[in-house]
């Protein structure tokens, strides 16, 4: 008799967390599970290994640039929120995040950015408020719990402007601005074919 082996993979997420106090603290955390979403109504299953903090990022000539992200993760000691990009075959994930609890009053206020970079010509590709975009609250009732989600948990809520777009970009740039400062993350871009 043959026996399926379950393989399981994680992504240790090691942010820097800007607290409320001023405080930095830099966690581990291992995420086993992520889901993405591009529109308010939808939530889907991405594998593990699409996650990456790398600052180059290879692609097809022809790929969508990528839609920026606001993203939820789930620890053992509460949810962070960090910045991000969902790109056609990565996702790439910022090494900074604030604390949920630190900015629960003022998340649909803080602003998603991003830019790209052309022959070092920086241009805004798309601005939004988080109140825009698909709420914490509802992406928890989606996945099951309205109480909060599973720690190792990623949520990437997605801006739609970079879904079908194909931009000749050399850098592609994203923030999240609020009360606690700015998060940043930015990647070169490498195309291929």
Known sequence: MRYALRMSSSFVFQPHVVQSD???ITPDIAIDRVYATMTSSGLEAEPVARLTSSTVIQEPVEAPLGAPAVVLVAASFGMLVSVGVIARDVLPLARAAWRYDDIRNGYGDIVLRSWTVR?????GFVT???????????????LGNAAG????????IGHPAGLGESVDADRFEVALEGGLGTLTHGFDLERMG
């Open 128 to 142: 939004e408020e988080l109140s825009a975009l698909m709420t914490p609250s509802d992406v928890m009732k989606s």
């Open 119 to 123: 022959a070092g010509q920086r241009t």
């Open 149 to 156: 989600l599973k720690p190792g948990t990623a949520v990437f």
């Open 22 to 24: 001023g405080t930095v």
